[in-house]
């Protein structure tokens, strides 16, 4: 289980992914919040911006392994500029992000020098509210947000409707790029309406990768692991589409065989979680485009 506290020898990447292999050789998949009896959210910044990307597993790991019932996350100074104190012998955990800057690069062939746009991975220390004293009411889960077995269905039916794809009805559930076209079961066929828009999200991420829309590819980088790997961003995003929509997410159907090729990928690229996530990222976001005023409702 993941602990707040990282090794420093480890890099930011190697901390989280050590932590998700763990999960996963234990038989845990940490990207799926049961949210039994918690609040229906990405983790959000002090300021109640959510977290994107991979903060969103990580924090949600870190919070399940502690205990941790509050959504919010901050920095120690963030705490104090509320009025707040860390409580003593707290421990922090990382968040992560990318620091953009321009390096001179000189061509071998040419002797010549270009700028070059780069990115390098970069961690900060944030503390859970539940580790806080003094902090407001609000950053603390009440008893109308705890999850119900119907939250969000009404509202998540009217986030896929707005989605332009196409969808028949057909006796399992897949994506099929070639004619770019959804197959999905009968509502009937699912044990519960969050069951169902689950799978229909899953589903939708895939479609998000056609040619036409995103042209997600994942090239010789995963080799013969690529198929594994859009399946994990479809999972990823459905997690993350069921938090935005506040619906429980932890109903997809096992494939062993995936968490086989995901474990051998991450022993192989630690930075590998990081591009699924950052791809459901993008996948989320896409679908979220078409239903903004949905989004806006579940926010209010």
């Not at 076209?181 to 699912?190: H, Q």
């Amino acid at each position: 289980m993941p602990h707040a506290k990282e090794s420093s020898r480890q890099s930011p990447a190697e901390t989280i992914t050590n932590a998700i292999i763990a999960r996963l050789e234990a038989g845990v998949r940490p990207w799926r919040q049961p949210w039994t009896g918690a609040t229906i959210s990405r983790p959000l910044r002090h300021c109640g911006t959510p977290y994107r990307g991979m903060n969103v597993f990580w924090l949600w790991m870190v919070a399940q392994a502690q205990g941790f019932t509050s959504t919010y996350w901050m920095t120690y100074n963030q705490a104090q500029s509320l009025g707040a104190q860390v409580r003593k012998g707290s421990v922090s955990t990382i968040a992560i992000f990318y620091r953009a800057y321009v390096a001179s690069v000189d061509d071998a062939d040419t002797g010549d020098s270009h700028d070059e746009a780069r990115r390098v991975l970069k961690s900060f220390r944030v503390f859970n509210a539940s580790q806080i004293n003094g902090l407001p009411d609000r950053y603390f889960p009440r008893a109308e947000d705890q999850v119900t077995a119907t939250s969000g269905t009404s509202v998540a039916d009217a986030f896929f409707s707005a989605v332009p794809a196409v969808i028949r009805e057909g006796d399992g559930a897949w994506y099929n790029r070639v004619a770019d076209r959804i197959t999905m079961p009968p509502r009937s066929a699912f044990t519960s309406p969050e069951q169902h828009s689950a799978t229909l999200a899953h589903e939708l991420a895939h479609w998000t990768g056609h040619a036409s829309r995103l042209d997600r590819e994942f090239g010789a980088r995963f080799g013969d692991a690529a198929y594994a790997m859009e399946e994990l961003v479809a999972e990823l995003a459905s997690a993350m589409i069921g938090a935005d929509l506040g619906l429980p997410v932890d109903h997809l159907d096992d494939h062993a065989s995936y968490i086989a090729t995901w474990l051998k990928v991450l022993k192989a690229d630690p930075r590998a979680i990081l591009t699924a996530a950052a791809k459901a990222e993008a996948a989320t976001g896409y679908l979220s485009g078409f239903s903004n005023d949905v989004l806006l409702e579940v926010a209010a």
